[in-house]
């Protein structure tokens, strides 16, 4: 079954530094999603990305985060001076519908740590 | 705007026992509800998915669901518990705009 892939699977960093996180969708998908989960806390929406272009985002996903999806198969999540709160596991998930009752395929993660 | 409440964020049973773990949503729309499923290291699976069709469903690894509107549940079961089900369940509702809202998330242990 296809699968969402992440990599990597954990990133350390420095406080300040950008890290990009990298996500390689379902092919045939065209709907794209970034959720976080700080540890201990809810499962969160960051942004949605259909059509080359932001959905919707939430009130996390500030001047600091970025999406991009440089070609035909990568979904990116830039965080561009990362700050010790932005530790958590970030999940990239796709979907191949819009409609509401198309599930999300979610990947294993990346777990990010910033020190 | 949606939110889901998952109540216990944790729940131990025994193998064989039947397994509850409950979830209370709230949509300003109709909403569709998922649980999803997280092993240790895995990402989120989906175990099943409401969308109107019928108010029990019907998931993998032998789950189901219950949607009832009077009650806004969404309350996962499993008649009989196996240790393979150890993980953490997610309920999730999808209301206006196309984003998941999570509930926080009901670790689930099974003792032998």
């Known amino acids: 079954e296809p699968e969402v892939t992440q990599t990597p699977s954990h990133q350390v960093t420095q406080m300040g530094q950008e890290v990009i996180l990298r996500c390689v969708p379902i092919?045939?998908?065209?709907?794209f999603y970034w959720y976080r989960q700080i540890l201990g806390q809810k499962v969160e929406f960051l942004v949605s990305?259909?059509?080359?272009?932001?959905?919707?985002k939430s009130e996390i996903f500030d001047d600091q985060f970025s999406v991009e999806r440089p070609d035909g198969s990568n979904f990116t999540l830039k965080i561009r001076s990362t700050k010790l709160e932005d530790s958590a596991m970030y999940f990239c998930?796709?979907?191949?519908?819009?409609?509401?009752?198309?599930?999300?395929?979610f990947g294993n993660g990346t777990r990010l740590t910033v020190t | 705007a949606q939110s889901v409440t998952q109540l216990g964020s944790h729940v131990s049973v025994s193998e064989g026992a039947l397994v509850l773990l409950r979830c209370n949503y709230s949509?300003?729309?109709?909403?569709?509800l998922f649980w999803y499923v997280q092993y240790p290291n895995q990402g989120l699976q989906l175990l099943l998915k409401?969308?109107?069709?019928?108010?029990l469903v019907k998931g993998i690894n032998g789950f189901e669901a219950e949607f009832k509107k009077s009650e806004t549940s969404f309350h996962l079961t499993k008649p009989s518990a196996h240790m393979s089900d150890a993980a953490e369940y997610f309920c999730?509702?999808?209301?206006?705009?196309?984003?998941?809202?999570f509930g926080g998330g009901t670790r689930l242990m099974v003792k032998p």
């Open positions: 949509s300003s729309v109709p909403p569709y």
């Open positions: 092919s045939n998908h065209l709907y």
């Open positions: 409401y969308t109107s069709a019928a108010t």
């Open positions: 999730a509702v999808k209301g206006a705009g196309n984003m998941l809202t």
């Open positions: 998930a796709s979907t191949g519908q819009g409609d509401y009752n198309s599930p999300l395929h």
């Open positions: 990305f259909y059509n080359n272009e932001i959905s919707e």
